[in-house]
């Protein structure tokens, strides 16, 4: 059983910076990992993922403000936010993709971001 835990999120006026961290409970150098987010009313939506290799994709809503990394020696992986906007504003989570392909299967409990205008 994977468990993930997500920390860092907060509150921040727009502009600023937070960085999202999620650590699992096993090696998941093999897996793809993604970031979601879901804001009050709206349905859960696609962040940023990073598949085993290193390549990213991003939401055309956070390119070129938001970073996905990944260090498989602390079995975490990352999401640098950048010039936040309010429609930033949204519970985020990690999970995880054991086959890559296979659907993310394994998820966090999530942790809120708050961006103020």
């Known amino acids: 059983q994977v468990q993930l835990v997500e920390s860092g999120g907060g509150s921040v006026q727009a502009g600023g910076s937070l960085r999202l961290s999620c650590v699992g409970s096993v090696y998941m150098y093999s897996y793809c990992m993604g970031w979601f987010r879901q804001a009050p009313g709206k349905e859960r939506e696609g962040v940023a993922t990073?598949?085993?290799?290193?390549?990213?994709i991003y939401a055309d809503s956070v390119k070129g403000r938001f970073t996905i990394s990944r260090d498989n020696a602390k079995n975490s992986v990352s999401l640098q936010m950048n010039s936040l906007k309010p429609e930033d504003t949204a519970m985020y989570y990690c999970?995880?993709?054991?086959?890559?392909?296979?659907?993310?299967?394994?998820w966090g409990q999530g942790t809120q971001v708050t961006v103020s205008s």
């Open positions: 990073i598949e085993s290799d290193g390549s990213t």
């Open positions: 999970a995880a993709d054991p086959l890559c392909g296979g659907g993310y299967n394994y």
